[in-house]
């Protein structure tokens, strides 16, 4: 089997701008994409992670509704003993190791799989991982964890279509004390889990904050520690908000609920990173 030979990993964390990160960086002549941002294969294997499944059913059902002829033609190909390079091969073959490495297209240099749930793999996936690839490189970005935690609770009201402003608080706690809400905010496992399986200059800790505030700056960063050129953007794109939750004010409870439940994840970062402690000085009354 052939192996990835340059692999651009995003772990997350959730709702902290791994979208907006990743539509830069497909913009790249450097890096190869697949169908979806979120591959979610290793969660797959290793967590027993239903959306890599869910994402690839979706997308062949939709390819099946919208090109039959193409599908029919692929299926009458594989029929005859031919096994295309296309679209319809990457998709419908079986989900294993040969089947993700051939689901990336173009011809740069590094491949992109920023999925978020990576955040919760263990030492034998970052194994796999690497069996799989040659070389790694894997950013981590973390948003401050009460922040982060009041967007995922606005994230699961958009998600179910429900107005979150028209919620009552116990609806709102409701949603809020869903263990992930919490859980998704303590990053410090998934710095151990990195650091012990990557050495440090493979490694990019990032914040939320920080690269939103200073998007150009972050871009020509990450392009730098690639060693790749660095990427000019029009302001268009470079301002644009890519998955973002729009802002609704959570009842005071809510927010005194999830702020002691997340301010122990939070001096941990802190205190293992100290730039994290810059990145989200404006909550420090959190």
């Not at 290793?42 to 499944?53: A, K, M």
């Not at 990450?222 to 939750?245: F, G, H, M, Q, V």
Request: charged content about 30%; hydrophobic content about 40%.
């Amino acid at each position: 089997m052939n192996r990835i030979p340059d692999l651009l990993l995003c772990v997350g964390a959730q709702k902290s701008g791994t979208t907006w990160l990743y539509n830069r960086m497909a913009e790249h002549e450097d890096t190869r994409t697949s169908l979806f941002k979120e591959m979610h294969y290793f969660t797959t294997v290793h967590n027993r992670n239903l959306q890599g499944p869910a994402l690839k059913a979706e997308a062949m059902r939709q390819m099946i509704e919208k090109e039959p002829r193409r599908v029919a033609e692929y299926f009458r190909a594989l029929a005859t003993g031919e096994t295309p390079e296309n679209d319809e091969h990457r998709l419908f073959r079986p989900m294993n190791d040969e089947w993700y490495v051939g689901m990336f297209r173009g011809n740069g240099r590094y491949t992109l799989d920023f999925t978020p749930a990576y955040a919760k793999l263990g030492d034998e996936a970052h194994a796999h991982i690497q069996r799989i690839s040659e070389r790694q490189k894997v950013i981590f970005v973390m948003r401050e964890p009460l922040d982060r935690a009041l967007s995922a609770v606005r994230y699961l009201f958009k998600g179910r279509g429900q107005n979150i402003a028209t919620a009552t608080e116990a609806e709102i706690m409701d949603v809020a004390r869903n263990p992930q809400i919490v859980k998704l905010s303590n990053y410090k496992k998934t710095i151990d889990t990195l650091e012990r399986n990557y050495a440090a200059e493979n490694l990019r800790f990032l914040f939320y904050e920080t690269m939103m505030n200073e998007k150009a700056r972050t871009l020509d960063a990450i392009c730098d520690w690639l060693e790749i050129s660095r990427l000019s953007l029009p302001s268009e794109k470079l301002e644009a908000r890519d998955n973002s939750t729009a802002a609704a004010d959570i009842p005071a409870a809510v927010v005194d609920y999830l702020a002691e439940a997340t301010t122990p994840f939070r001096a941990s970062v802190e205190a293992r990173l100290p730039e994290a402690r810059e990145a989200w000085a404006k909550f420090a009354s959190a």
